[in-house]
């Protein structure tokens, strides 16, 4: 009895064990999510509305998770990557088609992400947002070209997300919610037309459909197949649900701490920082800044990295980050991504958010692909899509959707 009992024990001890390890590839997308531009817009949202648009980063998450474990599966289930199970299911253009599409779509993430480093660098050292950005870039190439950089880069993010989770946490924990006020945005409302139009971004940058995607790629990276669904599954929602916390909790704190305590909105790096100020005193600017410029720098690098591997598998080549064909064109995302911030000497703010609208141009055919593909029960079999994670695909969709219509909306009426 003895001996089965502590076998039991190192059974259930190795089972821990393996979900910890499991959760990875789905933190490394966070990386994409939790970037400038999500906390930009979440604390801006807190600060100037309150509460009322919590219901947008919560239903966000739910569909970034879906379509993620969606694309996990089919990962994890076929053997191939999104675009593999493309040429098997469709024919090879239809996959060269998604592959530049999602490369375009990474492209002007970059853009906010230059825009986004060299705002928190320019906000700590001073000195021209231009040439942290042109550093920082070259750094972050230089990075990508080293060996073994799945593993470098899955520590990178965890210390990100840590730094995050204490700062922003701690400081909810210190000042509290109103509960009240935080129930009645869990309902959906839109308090004015201006706030449908950041609602939207806010879901634009939660809930985006290219790093879902990559989930696929990141479970042939870590070499799991059919035996590892219940980790792939654990990963996907533990990870997506990480990252969806900190927007949230992003969010919560600026409501708390700027919006109740009579704040106006909150648009520079000071005033963006005041929502620290409750755990880090005057510290609070060094503290947010210096968070926000690693969010910046990891999304840098990772963005660029799902940029060139949509591309290069696309093209039906070797999609692994460790070889030449991705890391090129991860290189040349983050010079191309350059271009308009060195260019265009506009706000960095502006930039970050007319960039984060022109990169879900390309986000229906990846949601298709995505949503069809887990849901064809020849592909998958007993795998497929049930009846549940369909209905929150198709919403999902219907959202993206609606994203891409209110961002070519916004910019008409920016050239107008």
Do not use: C
Not at 24 to 37: E, H, I, K, Q, R
Not at 251 to 267: K, N, Q, R
Not at 370 to 376: E, G, P
């Amino acid at each position: 009895m003895g001996a089965q009992s502590t076998d039991v024990a190192t059974e259930s001890g190795r089972s821990i064990q393996q979900y910890i390890r499991a959760i990875g590839p789905a933190l490394f997308l966070s990386a994409v999510v939790v970037g400038p531009g999500s906390i930009a817009l979440s604390t801006i949202a807190g600060s100037t509305y309150g509460y009322a648009l919590l219901w947008v980063p919560i239903l966000a998450t739910i569909f970034m998770v879906a379509y993620a474990l969606m694309a996990a599966r089919i990962g994890l289930v076929t053997g191939e990557t999104l675009f593999g199970a493309t040429r098997i299911t469709y024919n090879q253009t239809v996959a060269v088609i998604g592959g530049i599409s999602g490369f375009l779509t990474i492209l002007a993430f970059q853009v906010g992400n230059n825009a986004g480093i060299g705002f928190a660098s320019n906000a700590l050292f001073g000195y021209d947002m231009r040439l942290w950005a042109t550093l920082f870039t070259l750094a972050a190439i230089g990075f990508v070209w080293t060996p073994n950089l799945y593993d470098k880069i899955e520590w990178l993010v965890r210390i990100v997300v840590g730094i995050m989770l204490v700062a922003f946490v701690g400081t909810l924990a210190l000042v509290g919610i109103d509960l009240p006020a935080a129930g009645a945005g869990l309902v959906p409302s839109i308090p004015e037309f201006n706030s449908l139009l950041l609602s939207l971004g806010i879901a634009a940058t939660t809930f985006s459909i290219a790093a879902a995607v990559y989930q696929s790629h990141l479970m042939q990276e870590k070499g799991w197949g059919t035996e590892e669904l219940a980790d792939g599954t654990a990963d996907t929602l533990i990870g997506i649900g990480v990252l969806g916390l900190i927007v949230i909790v992003v969010m919560l704190t600026s409501a708390s701490v700027i919006y109740a305590g009579e704040g106006d909105p909150a648009f520079s790096a000071h005033e963006m920082a005041l929502q620290l100020e409750p755990i880090a005193g005057d510290g609070a600017f060094y503290l947010f800044t210096i968070g926000f410029f690693f969010a910046a720098l990891s999304s840098l690098v990772v963005n660029a990295l799902i940029g060139a591997t949509l591309l290069v598998d696309g093209s039906a080549k070797s999609p692994s980050m460790d070889d030449r064909p991705v890391k090129v064109w991860a290189s040349i995302a983050m010079l191309l991504g350059l271009i308009p911030v060195l260019l265009f000497q506009e706000d960095p703010m502006e930039i970050l958010m007319i960039a984060q609208a022109l990169a879900i141009i390309a986000f229906p055919l990846l949601a298709f692909l995505v949503l069809r593909l887990s849901s064809d029960s020849d592909l998958m079999g007993p795998h497929a899509n049930g009846l549940v994670l369909k209905v929150i695909g198709i919403i999902g969709y219907l959202a993206v959707i609606g994203f891409v219509l209110n961002y070519l909306y916004e910019i008409r009426e920016f050239l107008m």
